[in-house]
């Protein structure tokens, strides 16, 4: 994947997602890390925090973040690596 291809916020949404899998032991990278990372307030150039457009379109929805997170509960978790 050429990720100069991308725009900054989807490098940002991506790494976000990464990250919140990794976080959560999840074994694989799932639409509800992504989801999750898009809900995630970002900061404009002027540094001011704003919510994200995929946030305003589920709020008028009626749905949350509480929905995308408790879907990561039920995904497969790795089990740490004992020496």
Known sequence: ????????????????AINLAKENSNSQLSPAHLASA????????????????FSSILNKGELSLFIFLSFLLIL???CPETD
């Not at 994947?1 to 976000?16: I, N, P, R």
């Not at 898009?38 to 919510?51: C, H, K, R, V």
């Open 1 to 16: 994947m050429d990720s100069s291809k991308f725009t900054e916020a989807t490098v940002k949404a991506l790494e976000t």
């Open 38 to 53: 898009l809900l995630s307030p970002t900061q404009n150039a002027s540094g001011a925090t704003q919510t994200t457009l």
């Open 76 to 78: 497969p978790h790795t």
